[in-house]
């Protein structure tokens, strides 16, 4: 590590950064290389990574990917147990709190918007959990947000190629699995690919078929989550292939 990078770390302090974007975007691969250059730790902020069993389907870092990265936020409870945005938060908030801690960069990434949000404008939560849509105040100072910036052919052609990957033996078991412990009524059982492939699975639709419906499904996603980041006027978009360089630049330049 040079020592520009050192004497960045350590003024850091407690500040915090945020990579946000829609889905097949490239998040994971920003947050782990800022991570290994910033000395940091990954927060994941995606509401899908949260459930355990789940892992192929919701397109988890494998532990290859994470490259010794230490990522938090994933595989936290069962697709059957209640998890709320506050219950996030307060996760988060502790996970950058022990990050800090011990000296390291805490990194947000993920693509839910409301759990970022609750971070970075400090959402207060009742026993009651608030219309968050109407709940915006002022950012927190400590987040510092960027945002993947990507055209949507580009975009579109991620997911078929990520889609296309997905559908293998792994998936197929990871998804009977699910099926034999837990009821396709429940929330965490209604999204991602995984009613499609146990439509596949039992004859429903062809492969073909199944595919096409997985990237439309994943292309809207990617719109929501867009619509909703777009309201964030403190995020500031870059392209994927300079993203890294540019946040280690500002990063240098708001701590001289």
Not at 2 to 7: A, E
Not at 58 to 66: G, H, L, Q, R, S
Not at 174 to 193: C, G, H, N, V
Not at 225 to 234: D, E
């Amino acid at each position: 590590m040079t020592w520009k990078l050192c004497v960045i770390i350590t003024q850091m302090k407690d500040k915090v950064i945020v990579v946000v974007g829609p889905t097949a975007s490239g998040k994971t691969g920003v947050g782990i290389e800022l991570a290994k250059r910033l000395d940091g730790e990954v927060v994941s902020a995606d509401s899908r990574a949260i459930y355990k069993e789940m892992s192929i389907g919701t397109a988890k870092p494998t532990i290859e990917e994470m490259d010794g990265v230490r990522h938090w936020g994933i595989g936290l409870v069962c697709p059957d147990e209640r998890f709320t945005v506050a219950d996030y938060q307060e996760y988060a908030r502790d996970a950058i709190k022990d990050i800090v801690a011990r000296g390291k960069v805490p990194i947000i990434v993920g693509g839910t918007g409301l759990y970022v949000d609750a971070l970075v404008y400090d959402y207060q939560f009742n026993s009651v959990v608030k219309n968050t849509q109407s709940d915006r105040k002022k950012v927190n100072k400590q987040f510092i947000q960027y945002g993947i910036l990507v055209d949507r052919e580009v975009l579109r052609a991620r997911i078929t190629t990520r889609i296309d990957t997905m559908f293998c033996d792994e998936l197929y078991d990871e998804t009977k699995k699910l099926a034999q412990r837990y009821s396709w009524d429940l929330q965490a059982m209604k999204s991602d690919i995984y009613p499609i492939i146990w439509k596949y699975l039992n004859g429903g639709v062809d492969i073909d078929e199944a595919k096409r419906l997985a990237v439309h499904e994943d292309m809207y996603l990617a719109k929501r989550q867009m619509t909703w980041f777009r309201r964030n006027k403190q995020i500031r978009w870059l392209e994927r292939e300079v993203m890294v360089e540019q946040i280690l630049s500002d990063v240098a330049v708001k701590n001289m």
